[in-house]
């Protein structure tokens, strides 16, 4: 392997060819080989002069600190309670797919897939999502019923918009349910578990927009779009919620070829909204109602109406026209959440406010076909899933507690043992033990002999609530100090109560 040669390298080498080289040839021969060492040399560079490396994140990537870290776990605690509750387990699944498994199953996103150099003869790509790898594990597994959660990274060659929460690697909070059970179950208890983890997060006013893949089909048709245009109307129709019509209208003509009078139809059905009075008026919709599809969409959101009704939800749900969603395996009812606070401003990044213009914070849908694409036989499994867009949501709460200007824990120490006295290292080690085999958080300074007032210090900067202080003293008399460092309040507990003591008064404190 050649390498650069560096200038006491490069003298060197001269001067040991020319005292081998002169005994076999002329002075003219070796200023030749030296000329073309020097010609190599400029060829393969300068130690001397290194290409600068710039330090950074890949673009769409970020890193996390501590502050950022805490607010994310805690979220990511709501989640999972709330999946929990409804009796969810948890499953995972390889961070990369074979390519086949991904394709086809994106609509025009699949350009989004990023794509890994051939790995030993498999070509494979990163997932998409985590929807994809559960209908193939579903049908890996010849599993027919599970409810399922799944937190995990997901990956896309999207162009990223990082004050709203849009990157290239990000999580995917899923809950899915899988199985053949009667209408609108399932779906119901999806839109009710979104409005859990919002009214959880405390993220203000949101709203649920829910539309039905059967409705848009009808639509379409009712409108004069031709069956093999569905699919592309409905991807430029799921642009509204980031663009404006006449953007919309102009794709659908110029770039999906759709007749310019269907797309005038389509636009004034999609700006329909309500709830069931909505459903009553296109069920009496002369061109809706003779569409079976749209027919067969509409009972079934009548259903889910009246069981969101029961869950005391339907005042933050509106049946919305405009929504399609469009990946290419929804076959039933899709949905989306909205924050009020914060829905997405097309103008965002020229004269809108980007930080605040986060678009959608959950979304998902009836997927009734897609197992099936990955069994032998082509045996379905009818499933129904939700999935909470997480990122966003931390971009919310991240500017949230920069502008509240509140400190936010890292850690979650209960207790910091300190000595008042020098060379007390080891008793102090000894409380730790007791401490920690009594599971209760606790942490000391890594001197032998810290000060006093840097080990209150510590206390006080990162929020730990109790103090156990030791001295000779204490040692001799068989106790410890106990200190309450929010008031300062300060007790002497004898040494065999001090982890009962401790329970209690950290009991109190919560």
Known sequence: ?????????????????????????????????????LELKAKLGDDSQKTKFVLKCPKGTRDYNPQQMAIREGVFNTIIKCFKRHGAETIDTPVFELKETLTGKYGEDSKLIYDLKDQGGELLSLRYDLTVP????????????????????????????????????FYQCDFDIAGQYDAMIPDAECVKLVSEILNQLDLGEYIIKINHRKVLDGM???????????????????????????????????????????????????????????????????????????????????????????????????????????????????????????????????DGDESVSVGSVAGGGRYDGLVGMFDSKGKKVPCVGVSIGVERVFAIMESRALASNTKTRTTETEVYVVSAQKNLVEERMKICKELWDADIKTEQSYKRNPKALDQFQYCETNSIPIAIIIGGSEIEMGVVTLRIVGSREERTVQREKMVEE????LANLN
């Open 502 to 505: 401790i329970k209690s008064v």
């Open 134 to 169: 559960f209908a193939r594990y579903l049908a890996m597994n010849k599993i027919q019923n599970v409810k399922r959660y799944h937190i995990a990274k997901v990956y896309r060659r999207d162009n990223p918009a990082m004050t709203r929460g849009r990157f290239r690697e």
């Open 1 to 37: 392997m050649l390498l650069p040669l560096c200038k006491f390298h490069h003298q060197y080498l001269v001067r040991h060819l020319r005292c081998l080289a002169v005994r076999f040839y002329s002075n003219d021969q070796i200023s030749e080989e030296v000329a073309k060492l």
């Open 220 to 350: 379409f048709a009712a409108c004069g779009v031709p069956d093999d245009k569905f699919r592309g109307a409905c991807s430029a129709v799921d642009k509204l919620d980031k663009t404006f019509w006449d953007d919309v209208r102009a794709e659908m003509i110029q770039e999906k070829g759709i007749d310019p009078i269907a797309v005038d139809k389509i636009g004034k059905y999609v700006e329909l909204k309500g709830r069931t009075e909505l459903i009553d008026k296109l069920l009496e919709d002369e061109a809706m109602k003779a569409q079976k599809s749209a027919v067969e969409g509409l009972e079934d959101l009548r259903v889910l109406f009246k069981y969101l009704e029961l869950y005391g939800i339907t005042d933050k749900v509106v049946f919305d026209l405009s929504l399609a969603r469009g990946l290419d395996y929804y076959t039933g009812v899709i949905y989306e959440a909205i924050l009020q606070g914060f829905a997405h401003n097309p103008k965002a990044g020229a």
